[in-house]
C-alpha cells in the first residue's frame, strides 16, 4: 500500500528531537525519504538508530546542521537532491526557547541569537528549498513552525514571540512570491506541546501549567504536529499556502478564558438567559448532573 507521502523527498530541521523527530518517523512511515537536519549530534544518531530499528534506513539520512548558518542550510539541501535525486518538501522546523528574562536585561547577543536561530533560519531553509523547487519546475511544500506564541504576547519570552511572529508573517509573504511556481508556504502554530523544548527538565510542573489553559482533555504531542505536516507536505494540501496553521486544542479560540472550561467553570455550571442591569429578572436554572 502506498503512503501519503509516497516517493516524496523532505528535508527536516530539528528533526533528531520532539514534534521534528515525530515527523521524521511519520514521513518515514507514509513512504518518503527524509534528510534530518540538526545540531545535535548524539540524538541525530540516536534518531537514526531508531530509523534503522524500523527498517527505513535505506530513505534516511542525518546531516549536523547549523540552521543559522547558510552554508550549512545550503549543504543540507544539496543533501537531499544528492542522495535522493530531488526535493519536494522543506520543514523548518529547529528552534530554542532564545533570549528569556526582562526586556531591561536582554543582552543585544542573546536577541540576536534568538532571531537567528528561529527566523534567520527560516528564511534561509525557504531560499535555498526555493532555488532547487523552482529548477524542478514540479511545485513542492515549504513548512515552517511558528507558535501560538507568535499570535500575541504572553505565550513565550518577549524575542520568542517577536520570531515567531516574524516567521509567520514570512509564510505570508513568501507565499505570494512562489504561488506562480505551484510551491506552497505554509507554517505551523503549534500551542503546548510535550517536547523536551517544553519540559525543560520539569515535565510536571509545566504539564500541571499548561493544562490549565488547554481546552482539549490532554496536551498536544509531537504526533499532533507531524500529521499537519503530512497534509501539509501531502498533494492533498494543493490549494492551501500561505496560511499559519494552529494546532493547538484550543487554546487560542478560548482567548483569555476567564471561566474556563473544566466541569467547575461558573458560566457551564448555570443555565438560562441574563437580563444584566435592566431590572428585568434574569432566568436561570442549575444544570443537572
Ligand atoms: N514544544 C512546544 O510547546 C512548542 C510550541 C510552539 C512552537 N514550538 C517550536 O517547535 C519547534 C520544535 O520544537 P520542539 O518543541 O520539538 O523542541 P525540541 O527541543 O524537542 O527540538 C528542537 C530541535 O531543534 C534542534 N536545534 C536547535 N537549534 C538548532 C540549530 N541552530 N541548528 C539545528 N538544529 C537546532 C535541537 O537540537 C532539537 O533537536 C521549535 O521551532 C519550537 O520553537 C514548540
Same mark, same amino acid.
Given at each position: 500500500?502506498?503512503?501519503?507521502? *509516497?516517493?516524496?523527498? +523532505?528535508?527536516?530541521?530539528?528533526?533528531?528531537?520532539?514534534?521534528?523527530?515525530?515527523? @521524521?518517523?511519520?514521513?518515514?512511515?507514509?513512504?518518503?525519504?527524509?534528510?534530518?537536519?540538526?545540531?545535535?549530534?548524539?540524538?541525530?544518531?540516536?534518531?537514526?538508530?531508531?530509523?534503522?530499528? *524500523?527498517?527505513?534506513?535505506?530513505?534516511?539520512? !542525518?546531516?549536523?546542521?547549523?540552521?543559522?548558518?547558510?552554508? &550549512?542550510?545550503?549543504?543540507?539541501?544539496?543533501?537531499?537532491?544528492?542522495? !535522493?535525486?530531488?526535493?519536494?518538501?522543506i520543514y523548518n522546523n529547529a528552534g530554542?526557547?532564545?533570549?528569556?528574562?526582562?526586556?531591561?536585561?536582554?543582552?543585544?547577543?542573546?536577541?540576536? !541569537?534568538?532571531?537567528?536561530?528561529?527566523?534567520?533560519? @527560516? !528564511?534561509?531553509?525557504?531560499?535555498?528549498?526555493?532555488?532547487?523547487?523552482?529548477? *524542478?519546475?514540479?511545485?513542492?511544500?515549504?513548512?515552517?513552525?511558528?507558535?501560538?506564541? =507568535?499570535?500575541?504576547?504572553?505565550?513565550?519570552?518577549?524575542?520568542?514571540? +517577536?520570531?515567531?511572529? #516574524? @516567521?509567520?508573517?514570512?509564510?505570508?509573504?513568501?507565499?505570494?512570491?512562489?504561488?506562480?511556481?505551484?510551491?506552497? @508556504?505554509?507554517?505551523? #502554530?503549534?500551542?503546548?506541546?510535550?517536547?523536551?523544548?517544553?519540559?525543560?527538565?520539569?515535565?510536571?510542573?509545566?504539564?500541571?501549567? #499548561?493544562?490549565?489553559?488547554?481546552?482539549?482533555?490532554?496536551?498536544?504531542?509531537?504526533? &499532533?504536529?507531524?500529521?499537519?505536516?503530512?497534509?501539509?507536505?501531502? &498533494?492533498?494540501?494543493?490549494?492551501?499556502?500561505? *496560511?499559519?496553521?494552529?494546532?493547538?486544542? =484550543?487554546?487560542? #479560540?478560548?482567548?483569555?478564558?476567564?471561566?474556563?472550561?473544566?466541569?467547575?467553570?461558573?458560566?457551564?455550571r448555570k443555565s438560562g438567559v441574563t437580563?444584566?442591569?435592566?431590572?428585568?429578572?434574569?432566568?436561570?436554572? &442549575?444544570?443537572?448532573?
Amino acid at each position: 500500500m502506498s503512503g501519503r507521502l *509516497q516517493d516524496k523527498v +523532505a528535508v527536516i530541521t530539528g528533526g533528531a528531537s520532539g514534534m521534528g523527530q515525530a515527523t @521524521v518517523y511519520r514521513f518515514l512511515a507514509e513512504g518518503a525519504s527524509v534528510v534530518i537536519g540538526d545540531l545535535n549530534v548524539e540524538t541525530g544518531a540516536a534518531t537514526m538508530a531508531e530509523i534503522e530499528k *524500523q527498517g527505513a534506513a535505506d530513505r534516511a539520512a !542525518f546531516m549536523v546542521t547549523d540552521v543559522a548558518e547558510e552554508a &550549512d542550510v545550503e549543504a543540507l539541501v544539496a543533501c537531499a537532491a544528492g542522495k !535522493f535525486g530531488r526535493l519536494d518538501c522543506i520543514y523548518n522546523n529547529a528552534g530554542v526557547g532564545g533570549a528569556i528574562g526582562p526586556i531591561s536585561e536582554t543582552r543585544v547577543e542573546e536577541w540576536d !541569537f534568538t532571531f537567528n536561530v528561529l527566523v534567520r533560519s @527560516v !528564511f534561509l531553509g525557504m531560499k535555498h528549498a526555493a532555488r532547487v523547487l523552482q529548477d *524542478q519546475g514540479e511545485g513542492g511544500s515549504i513548512i515552517s513552525t511558528s507558535s501560538v506564541a =507568535g499570535l500575541g504576547g504572553g505565550g513565550g519570552p518577549h524575542a520568542y514571540s +517577536a520570531a515567531k511572529a #516574524a @516567521v509567520a508573517n514570512l509564510t505570508r509573504a513568501v507565499s505570494g512570491e512562489l504561488a506562480n511556481y505551484r510551491i506552497r @508556504v505554509n507554517a505551523i #502554530a503549534p500551542g503546548v506541546i510535550t517536547t523536551p523544548l517544553f519540559h525543560a527538565g520539569h515535565a510536571e510542573k509545566a504539564e500541571a501549567m #499548561a493544562t490549565r489553559i488547554v481546552p482539549w482533555p490532554r496536551l498536544g504531542t509531537g504526533e &499532533d504536529i507531524a500529521a499537519m505536516a503530512v497534509y501539509l507536505a501531502s &498533494d492533498e494540501s494543493e490549494y492551501v499556502t500561505g *496560511q499559519n496553521m494552529v494546532v493547538d486544542g =484550543g487554546v487560542t #479560540a478560548a482567548g483569555p478564558n476567564l471561566w474556563g472550561y473544566g466541569p467547575d467553570s461558573p458560566i457551564l455550571r448555570k443555565s438560562g438567559v441574563t437580563h444584566g442591569s435592566t431590572g428585568v429578572d434574569s432566568d436561570i436554572r &442549575d444544570v443537572e448532573g
